[in-house]
């Protein structure tokens, strides 16, 4: 009797991927504007678990203070912004649906650009205020999205998705001029913010992300099948069981978790959580045990790949990593439009 | 089985389905049918609570309305009258998504009889050779084979079915039907269908529940709701005389 295919990933495989991202992050922490010899690399960083700090002071300076923890934060937004676009994806059963394409990064930068004018901050964590605001925000819109789309078209078609996502964004652009214009005070700060990108960040940046990615994963992670029936078709995953409201919820506040305070650290950077899911799926199908896993782990190569080109390609000056993210998302948008419903594994 | 009280749906002044009440015993099929508009399928949501609705409906004694969706789909399978998959899973994947309701919550994924259920249904629809293929690349007919699948995968205590034949040419149309006679063998089980075409319903359903813009017109055996009078009521035609004339055409 045929027995049933695993859903899963086999150990051997998340092994291979564990590898395969520690390998892209010792790559990303050598290569720069100033190359960092390998051994260099491994003794600076041993001395500095040990406590005991040697190595070449500038390499040291490099490392610990600029690239180790833009590195941390470049693949813990790659695998948050990834997971989060797969969510959605299956959620709402469309491969076009991310942070971005919807409006909901907008949203959260709205929420970060206003948090930062009000001064809303907690004590003791700097963007914890921003990154709060962030995800208040992003849950807002995308509420406003969805019932925006759920009045224009009942079947939450691709189309009305985008065109709803496209109008918001370009409404909440406005909304932060108008903040921008109101608050001239902080135009400094607020500036700094939007032009930010992972490249100052810090310790406390990665340890907020690596909290948000690993409390979204523990909603997520066990949502697989959930997410699954979803991707069949909502009304069906009402008739096999589940609690679509509950479940529906839980999705929605984590996504949401994870793009505020991807925003919130480092603006927004469009096209990862569209770009990775699909690869994802042409290699592994639509399975979200599989789906989920494999978007977080390439999502995070993907992203740290794009910031080693984004920072070397033209060195020493140095493009947006979106600029990287949005030329591959773009194509990858395209394709997906033109590829329909044709060829999927069989 | 199923009880179904004053049952009504509205969509602002338009009363889609209007005080509709039946019940359904176990080894009873129970066939819905009347015109286009006459609210089968809103009727068919309503019980399976994906349509907000007004009164009553019990599922073995219980209110269905304040039961966790887990496990109502244990008791009640539905088979919807369309199906758009989005994603390339595969038939085996969809079918398997049926054992649902029958897992563990989260850390206690369990299912024993599970893979049995899923392979018996499977083959059942005669779908195990293509279990492995995507279900984008499906006919109309392997789709409606697939999700019916699914529901047996569920192994309810009753099915909701609506249109179970669309899309099948007339060889799978013949077998779905036996399919669903011989599932209603096992005692404690009952089906209720939406169906078009009366023949079949004359054919294979045990009770009938004739509607007509959103009212239940009649309800009761098939032999006696199915009449030529009662049809040409609801329809506006002779109903039965369309009928005959279509099959005297293969008898001269």
């Given at each position: 009797?045929?027995?049933?295919?695993?859903?899963?990933?086999?150990?051997?495989?998340?092994?291979?991927?564990?590898?395969?991202?520690?390998?892209?992050?010792?790559?990303?922490?050598?290569?720069?504007?100033?190359?960092?010899?390998?051994?260099?690399?491994?003794?600076?960083?041993?001395?500095?678990?040990?406590?005991?700090?040697?190595?070449?002071?500038?390499?040291?300076?490099?490392?610990?203070?600029?690239?180790?923890?833009?590195?941390?934060?470049?693949?813990?937004?790659?695998?948050?912004?990834s997971l989060g676009g797969a969510a959605m994806?299956?959620?709402?059963?469309?491969?076009?649906?991310?942070?971005?394409?919807?409006?909901?990064?907008?949203?959260?930068?709205?929420?970060?650009?206003?948090?930062?004018?009000?001064?809303?901050?907690?004590?003791?964590?700097?963007?914890?205020?921003?990154?709060?605001?962030?995800?208040?925000?992003?849950?807002?819109?995308?509420?406003?999205?969805?019932?925006?789309?759920?009045?224009?078209?009942?079947?939450?078609?691709?189309?009305?998705?985008?065109?709803?996502?496209?109008?918001?964004?370009?409404?909440?652009?406005?909304?932060?001029?108008?903040?921008?214009?109101?608050?001239?005070?902080?135009?400094?700060?607020?500036?700094?913010?939007?032009?930010?990108?992972?490249?100052?960040?810090?310790?406390?940046?990665?340890?907020?992300?690596?909290?948000?990615?690993?409390?979204?994963?523990?909603?997520?992670?066990?949502?697989?099948?959930?997410?699954?029936?979803?991707?069949?078709?909502?009304?069906?995953?009402?008739?096999?069981?589940?609690?679509?409201?509950?479940?529906?919820?839980?999705?929605?506040?984590?996504?949401?978790?994870?793009?505020?305070?991807?925003?919130?650290?480092?603006?927004?950077?469009?096209?990862?959580?569209?770009?990775?899911?699909?690869?994802?799926?042409?290699?592994?199908?639509?399975?979200?045990?599989?789906?989920?896993?494999?978007?977080?782990?390439?999502?995070?190569?993907?992203?740290?790949?794009?910031?080693?080109?984004?920072?070397?390609?033209?060195?020493?000056?140095?493009?947006?990593?979106?600029?990287?993210?949005?030329?591959?998302?773009?194509?990858?948008?395209?394709?997906?439009?033109?590829?329909?419903?044709?060829?999927?594994?069989? | 089985?199923?009880?179904?009280?004053?049952?009504?749906?509205?969509?602002?002044?338009?009363?889609?389905?209007?005080?509709?009440?039946?019940?359904?015993?176990?080894?009873?099929?129970?066939?819905?049918?009347?015109?286009?508009?006459?609210?089968?399928?809103?009727?068919?949501?309503?019980?399976?609570?994906?349509?907000?609705?007004?009164?009553?409906?019990?599922?073995?004694?219980?209110?269905?309305?304040?039961?966790?969706?887990?496990?109502?789909?244990?008791?009640?399978?539905?088979?919807?009258?369309?199906?758009?998959?989005?994603?390339?899973?595969?038939?085996?994947?969809?079918?398997?998504?049926?054992?649902?309701?029958?897992?563990?919550?989260?850390?206690?994924?369990?299912?024993?009889?599970?893979?049995?259920?899923?392979?018996?249904?499977?083959?059942?629809?005669?779908?195990?050779?293509?279990?492995?293929?995507?279900?984008?690349?499906?006919?109309?007919?392997?789709?409606?084979?697939?999700?019916?699948?699914?529901?047996?995968?569920?192994?309810?205590?009753?099915?909701?079915?609506?249109?179970?034949?669309?899309?099948?040419?007339?060889?799978?149309?013949?077998?779905?039907?036996?399919?669903?006679?011989?599932?209603?063998?096992?005692?404690?089980?009952?089906?209720?269908?939406?169906?078009?075409?009366?023949?079949?319903?004359?054919k294979y359903g045990t009770h009938t529940l004739?509607?007509?813009?959103?009212?239940?017109?009649?309800?009761?055996?098939?032999?006696?709701?199915?009449?030529?009078?009662?049809?040409?009521?609801?329809?506006?035609?002779?109903?039965?005389?369309?009928?005959?004339?279509?099959?005297?055409?293969?008898?001269?």
């Amino acid at each position: 009797m045929t027995t049933l295919r695993r859903e899963g990933f086999r150990p051997a495989t998340y092994l291979l991927m564990a590898g395969l991202l520690l390998l892209t992050l010792i790559l990303c922490l050598c290569v720069g504007s100033v190359m960092i010899p390998l051994s260099d690399t491994f003794e600076v960083l041993w001395s500095a678990i040990k406590g005991q700090p040697s190595g070449t002071p500038a390499h040291q300076s490099i490392l610990l203070h600029v690239r180790l923890p833009r590195v941390l934060c470049v693949g813990l937004s790659g695998a948050a912004l990834s997971l989060g676009g797969a969510a959605m994806q299956g959620l709402l059963r469309n491969p076009l649906a991310e942070g971005s394409t919807l409006g909901v990064s907008s949203g959260a930068s709205l929420g970060a650009v206003l948090a930062i004018a009000m001064g809303f901050t907690i004590p003791g964590i700097p963007l914890a205020g921003t990154a709060a605001m962030a995800v208040l925000f992003a849950f807002l819109s995308l509420m406003l999205i969805l019932s925006l789309s759920l009045v224009m078209d009942r079947s939450l078609s691709t189309n009305t998705l985008i065109l709803v996502g496209v109008v918001f964004s370009l409404f909440v652009s406005s909304l932060i001029n108008v903040v921008i214009a109101l608050y001239s005070d902080k135009i400094r700060s607020i500036a700094f913010w939007t032009m930010g990108s992972l490249a100052g960040s810090t310790y406390q940046d990665a340890a907020m992300l690596a909290i948000a990615l690993f409390l979204s994963s523990l909603v997520l992670f066990p949502l697989a099948s959930e997410l699954n029936a979803f991707a069949v078709g909502e009304e069906n995953a009402r008739h096999v069981g589940v609690s679509v409201k509950r479940v529906k919820l839980a999705i929605m506040i984590s996504v949401c978790v994870l793009i505020g305070v991807c925003v919130a650290v480092g603006g927004t950077i469009g096209f990862v959580g569209l770009v990775v899911p699909h690869i994802v799926r042409l290699m592994t199908g639509p399975n979200h045990k599989r789906l989920l896993p494999g978007s977080a782990f390439i999502g995070a190569v993907f992203l740290l790949l794009s910031d080693l080109a984004a920072r070397t390609v033209f060195r020493p000056a140095e493009l947006p990593i979106g600029v990287i993210t949005s030329l591959v998302g773009a194509v990858v948008f395209v394709s997906i439009m033109f590829r329909s419903r044709k060829a999927v594994r069989t | 089985m199923l009880s179904a009280s004053d049952l009504t749906v509205q969509y602002g002044d338009r009363k889609v389905l209007d005080h509709v009440s039946f019940t359904l015993d176990a080894g009873q099929w129970l066939m819905v049918v009347g015109p286009n508009g006459a609210g089968k399928s809103t009727l068919l949501g309503a019980i399976a609570q994906t349509v907000p609705s007004t009164g009553q409906v019990l599922v073995l004694g219980q209110d269905a309305r304040h039961m966790r969706a887990r496990k109502l789909a244990r008791i009640m399978g539905v088979l919807s009258q369309s199906h758009r998959v989005g994603y390339g899973f595969t038939v085996e994947e969809v079918v398997a998504l049926g054992r649902y309701a029958h897992r563990g919550q989260v850390f206690a994924a369990s299912d024993p009889q599970g893979e049995e259920m899923v392979n018996q249904a499977l083959r059942l629809t005669g779908m195990e050779d293509i279990r492995r293929q995507s279900v984008l690349t499906l006919s109309g007919g392997e789709l409606q084979r697939t999700f019916l699948a699914q529901v047996f995968a569920q192994n309810p205590d009753l099915l909701l079915l609506d249109e179970p034949s669309n899309h099948l040419d007339l060889k799978y149309q013949r077998e779905v039907y036996a399919l669903i006679e011989q599932w209603l063998q096992t005692p404690g089980r009952a089906v209720l269908s939406v169906v078009h075409d009366l023949s079949l319903a004359r054919k294979y359903g045990t009770h009938t529940l004739l509607m007509d813009k959103g009212v239940a017109t009649h309800f009761g055996p098939c032999a006696e709701v199915l009449t030529r009078d009662n049809l040409e009521q609801v329809y506006g035609m002779d109903v039965v005389g369309w009928l005959t004339s279509l099959l005297s055409v293969w008898t001269d």
